[in-house]
Each structure stands twice: as C-alpha cells, then as structure tokens.
C-alpha cells in the first residue's frame, strides 16, 4: 500500500504565505503525476496544481502567479508554496498521485490538511 501524508495547513492572515508537503511512504513503486486539489464548504473538490514526474507543472487559473508546485523524486515528496492568499483559498487541500503497480496505475488521496485564510 502507498500512503500520502499531507502536513504544513493552518490559519494565515489574508496576503500571508503557507507550505504545504506531501510525503508518499513508497519506495518500491513508481510515482508518476502528483497533484493538489481542494475542497472548499459546499463545493466539489477541485484541481488547484499537478507536476509530473518530469516537473512539466499545471495550476488552475485562480492560483496562476501565487501558488508554485515542486516535487522531490529522491523523497517522494511535493510541496506547494502558496503566497498572497485570499479568503477564497480557504478549503481542505488534498494530495493526490498516480502511483505505477506492475502495468496498472493506481490513484493515491492523502487525508488532506486544513487551509484557513482570515483576518
């Protein structure tokens, strides 16, 4: 089994900064595309940035020159740096990958961390 663990949530002022990371415990099989979405009170969960495992990115339009994803290959780590944030930011944040087992790819949630933005 593969497990993501998200970490780096909380409260921040609007116009403050917040990393979020994402740790995947596999070290035996291949992680292609990692990705954040997020789930905001009452609406369905949405893609906010994916990497590949080339580092080829992709951010929702909302997030465009505020927030940059990464990953780390020799940790099996992604982050996203999230700067300027603004009250509609607010949600759950999910890490989400793609995760290679013998010829079939498997989609892979964390639990998800709290984002809080407010004054």
């Known amino acids: 089994q593969v497990q993501l663990v998200e970490s780096g949530g909380g409260l921040v002022q609007p116009g403050g900064s917040l990393r979020l990371s994402c740790a995947a415990s596999t070290i035996i099989f291949r992680i292609n595309a990692m990705g954040w979405f997020r789930q905001a009170p009452g609406k369905e969960r949405e893609l906010v940035a994916r990497?590949?495992?080339?580092?080829?990115?992709d951010y929702a339009d909302s997030v465009k020159g505020r927030f940059t994803v990464s990953r780390d290959n020799a940790k099996n780590t992604m982050y996203l740096q999230m700067n300027s944030l603004k009250s509609e930011d607010t949600a759950v944040y999910y890490c989400?990958?793609?995760?290679?087992?013998?010829?079939?790819?498997?989609?892979?949630w964390g639990q998800g961390t709290q984002v809080t933005v407010s004054s």
């Open positions: 989400h990958a793609d995760v290679v087992v013998g010829f079939v790819t498997n989609n892979y």
């Open positions: 990497i590949s495992s080339g580092g080829s990115t």
